[in-house]
Nanobody
Framework: QVQFVESGGGLVQPGGSLRLSCAAS??????????WGWYRQAPGKQRELVAG???????NYEDSVKGRFSISSDNAKKAVYLQMNSLKSEDTAVYYC?????????????WGQGTQVTVSS
């Protein structure tokens, strides 16, 4: 069983920056990450995909964050990052990392526990 631990959330003023991190609780060669995603869920709204990255480093972004957010990953550390710049109040949400884990030929999807991002003056 693998767990993914997130960090980096907090309170920031509009226009500010935050960097979220998500890493596997154990780093061994027995599994690989096929793809990562960062999702967010604001109060009263559905969870939405913010950014994704494949093992081949192909990325995709939700339209409202293009040019402001950047996703990256470190395959050796089994970690993913989300650099968020020019933050807006509408970016306020709980952010979750998501991973497609490949182990012994099987793919399993995992979620992190979530980290709160609040953008407010």
């Amino acid at each position: 069983q693998v767990q993914f631990v997130e960090s980096g959330g907090g309170l920031v003023q509009p226009g500010g920056s935050l960097r979220l991190s998500c890493a596997a609780s154990r780093s061994t060669s027995t599994f690989t990450i096929a793809s990562w995603g960062w999702y967010r869920q604001a109060p009263g709204k559905q969870r939405e995909l913010v950014a994704g990255i494949t093992s081949g480093s192909r990325t995709n972004y939700e339209d409202s964050v293009k040019g402001r957010f950047s996703i990256s990953s470190d395959n050796a550390k089994k970690a993913v990052y989300l650099q968020m710049n020019s933050l807006k109040s509408e970016d306020t949400a709980v952010y979750y990392c998501n991973a497609d884990v490949i182990s012994e030929g099987y793919k399993t999807n995992y979620w992190g526990q979530g980290t709160q991002v609040t953008v407010s003056s």
